[in-house]
């Protein structure tokens, strides 16, 4: 067991300019990765956050908002003089991109708090905003010329949340805007699930161990599923929801960055370009499915009243916001196929969905049987499956299944697993998943954000899915009870292909 980390450089001075800094994400994530940054004195020694409100506000009214925030989010306990330190660096600036004018206004107060500051002129400006508002801002800052960026001076950076189009066509559009604006290297597009120590490990796991790689491709793996299944159903946001839905949600971002991850080949080297490249490379391989393809190869469903746990969930369609009859989908499940070398025939089956009976989110990697013949003169009837198993949620680690022999003087096979858990062998604080994400946007290091022909990749592979689906309207539109695991649907997706989900649990 280990506490040694390397240690890491404090990043350069820099403004970081907050766009939604009263909404949840700032007040759930930002502030306390921000935090959690401060207290590993992981902030710059010249730092200044500007929270950009669209009403007035104060710098009492806002810190007090943020401290409230920090207290109900927070990972650990707060210290109150790390809270105070960081957040004694907020002021409040009221702007509007209806308004070109506070943008004006906005550059010259920037440009005040960066003397006073001594940060030097780098500029970080994070888009915690509806994703409507991500063009009007970003024009407005590049019209003032705030994102300017010139050889040998100060960096500007820009952080956008997902999600980044809601299709192809508008991912396009969004990417060519930005582009008129920065260069590729000042977009971050962020994930936060990329921030999450077991999703980072992928690569370390393949390409740090001779074990794996050389059975990694498709003479070895059977198939490979991936889960992310959550217990919450919609909530308060239901019109949000209700205009997007499962597939669009959580496939194109969260699901593709763990199947990039799990297929890109190894990279030649381990920096930004390179990686980004096989992770867009293979997303880009996975095989377009005509409409008649995408509706045999998926599953949609939409959950009723159940239960979970203590709570009562009520029937989606009765959800504030909703509309009566909606065939928004709350659950997906696709079987995907990648047409490359070490992919060839390997299914990758993927599933998401809301109101379930377990939170979880997982990567399972099936290998193919071992042969039988050997004892098929014993008493062994059958062999456990082998699967390699990196668990991202609730708990981080890496489990892997194999066969043994029971204790005794018969040949007996049983399956046992091998556990590792981060928890119980590395000392680490509790942390959002964004302290790492935000740290490499004010070093320069974008190897973990979504590049634009990544982000395109994605949504081209996922279009067949919703043209398929909105032709179809209610049309296949299974439902499925909260509290369950899922439509029966998803299922038979596995079953006719002699196969079955991996056990949640």
Not at 31 to 56: E, H, Q, W
């Amino acid at each position: 067991m280990t506490d040694a980390h390397p240690p890491q450089k404090k990043p350069e001075s820099c403004s970081f300019v907050i766009f939604g800094v009263t909404g949840d994400l700032t007040h759930r994530l930002v502030i306390p990765s921000l935090y959690n940054l401060a207290a590993a004195n992981l902030l710059p020694d010249k730092f200044c956050v500007v929270g950009i409100t669209r009403k007035g506000m104060s710098n009492d009214a806002l810190r007090d908002s943020l401290l409230k925030g920090l207290h109900q989010y927070a990972t650990r306990p707060v210290d109150d003089a790390v809270a105070e330190r960081l957040l004694e660096c907020v002021t409040s600036v009221e702007a509007d991109p209806r308004d070109p004018a506070s943008f004006d206004a906005l550059r010259e107060r920037l440009e005040k708090l960066e003397a006073n500051r001594a940060t030097g002129g780098n500029r970080l400006f994070y888009l915690a905003t509806p994703p409507t508002a991500f063009a009007p801002i970003s024009r407005e800052l590049g019209r003032t010329g705030m994102l300017k960026e010139e050889e040998s001076g100060p960096w500007r950076r820009l952080v956008v949340e997902k999600p980044f189009g809601t299709d192809l066509a508008s991912a396009k559009a969004l990417n060519e805007e930005l582009l008129k604006i920065l260069t590729e290297h000042q977009i971050y597009r962020i994930d936060h699930y990329l921030g999450k120590e077991t999703v980072q490990n992928i690569l370390v796991l393949r390409f740090a161990n001779g074990m794996f790689e050389p059975i990694w491709n498709r003479n070895h793996i059977d198939h490979i599923q991936i889960t992310v299944d959550e217990k919450l159903g919609v909530g308060h946001r239901g019109s949000f929801y209700d205009a997007t839905g499962a597939l669009r949600d959580m496939v194109p971002n969260h699901l593709f960055q763990l199947l990039s991850l799990v297929a890109m080949e190894p990279p030649a080297r381990f920096d930004a370009h390179t990686v980004r490249s096989e992770k867009a490379e293979v997303l880009a391989a996975i095989q377009t499915q005509s409409e008649a393809e995408a509706l045999k190869n998926s599953v949609r469903g939409q959950y009723t009243r159940g239960r979970i746990g203590d709570a009562e969930i009520s029937d989606y369609v009765e959800t504030e916001d909703v509309r009566p009859g909606s065939t928004t989908e709350t659950y997906a499940a696709l079987k995907l196929t990648i047409d490359n070398w070490r992919w060839a025939g390997v299914p990758f089956y993927l599933r998401t969905g809301k109101a379930l009976g377990i939170k979880r989110t997982e990567v399972a990697i099936k290998f193919k049987q071992a042969p039988f013949a050997m004892f098929s003169c014993t008493a062994v009837d059958r062999l456990s499956q082998n699967y390699l198993v990196i668990s991202v949620e609730p708990t981080e680690g890496i489990t892997l299944q194999f066969n043994t022999k029971v204790p005794g003087p018969t040949i007996a096979i049983d399956g046992v697993e091998m556990k590792f858990r981060y928890k119980d062998y590395f000392k680490v604080e509790p942390a959002t998943g964004y302290e790492t994400l935000i740290y490499d946007c004010m070093i320069g290091d974008n190897i973990l954000f979504q590049r634009a022909d990544s982000v395109e990749a994605g949504w081209r592979a996922v279009q067949p899915f919703l043209d398929a689906w909105k032709k179809a309207g209610a049309a296949g539109l299974e439902k499925y009870q909260a509290g369950s695991e899922g439509p029966d649907g998803a299922e038979d997706l596995f079953r006719r292909d002699g196969r079955g989900w991996r056990k949640l649990g």
